[in-house]
């Protein structure tokens, strides 16, 4: 039997041909922002040596208008899309049982005591209303790898980039007038699991000191615990701790988290942008052994990952492996792989 593999492979070379030319001609070209704007997606913060959430460096390369040096692959498309679906899947749901309120409500608030006038811009995923409670929620679609820690752990927790999201959404829907309008009073980050389709719930406040309360519920509205993030340990205590920490310390460290220090990094951002200085990038693009071993004795590097930097391996922080700008930030650092 003979197989023809040019008439075989021929629809699927075409239509790989057609959606990269689609996507490359919708996306925007870049630009500089002319105005102080960041967006809740944006929010990081440091925490002593530890950074969570959007790199200062990717943020400063984004408002300045440079050009990504790793545009979107039609891979990373398809993800977007596929948590677009279920975005528009569980609204559906929510509308079918007539909860469904609004959705993409606008969010457009002045940081408190900004140097530069940030305004946060943004959309919330979904109001519903319940038992006269109204609530907003965040949906996030996430892979099997993540749903582990995120959904199934025996600590379940929301990812530090996903939290502090909600954090600006609470704080809108308490903290300003045009918030306070939408007489809100919960707001929830909704997880699905894109392989199993199973969802988890956290809701998310904030006390009188500026950090989160998570309180998780499963898929059945069964209430798992609430932490107040407040008392967890930081990363100074689990470096002053002897040994190593365990990663679930590390992960709970990473939430640490308060309002005022996501206000603050969004202001110093434009401090680099408008004086054209270039920051340090946040994150290790490629560590050196006593970065590893630090971040090793913190709980946040495994010791594999370790053992590879120790026998000369380049080994590197993830959020650099898949930045926008991984290449532009490369040649910035003087970094060159033959």
Known sequence: MSINLRSDVNFITDAFKQEMNEMRSSERGAYARTQNIAWPSEAGCSLGKISVGECTRKMYYRISGVAPTE??????????????????????????????????????????????????????????????????????????????????????????????????????????????????????????????????????????????ILTSYDLAGRELGTVNLKDVKSFEDLERTPGVSESDEARLAELKINIKDIFDKFDKIYDYARSNTLPKCDYNMIYTQAQAEYEHNIGRLSKMKLNKVKKGEVVGDTKCQYCDFRTKCMQDNGISFK
Request: proline letters at 3%.
């Open 71 to 212: 545009p979107m692959s039609i891979t990373g498309k398809n993800v977007c899309d596929a948590g677009n679906l279920y975005e528009d899947y569980l609204i559906n749901k929510f509308k079918k049982y007539g909860m469904y309120k609004d959705s993409q409500i606008k969010l457009d608030f002045l940081i408190p005591d900004s140097k530069h006038k940030v305004q946060v811009n943004g959309r919330m995923d979904l109001l519903i209303e319940h038992n006269k409670q109204r609530s907003v929620i965040e949906i996030k679609s996430v892979s099997e790898f993540k749903a582990a820690k995120i959904m199934n752990s025996e600590i379940p927790l929301p990812s530090s980039s996903n939290l502090m999201q909600a954090m600006l959404y609470k704080y809108y829907t308490t903290s300003t007038e045009a918030g306070k309008a939408l007489n809100v009073d919960n707001v929830y980050l909704m997880y699905v699991n894109r392989s199993m389709g199973s969802t988890f719930y956290y809701k998310v406040c904030i006390d009188d000191s500026g950090y989160a």
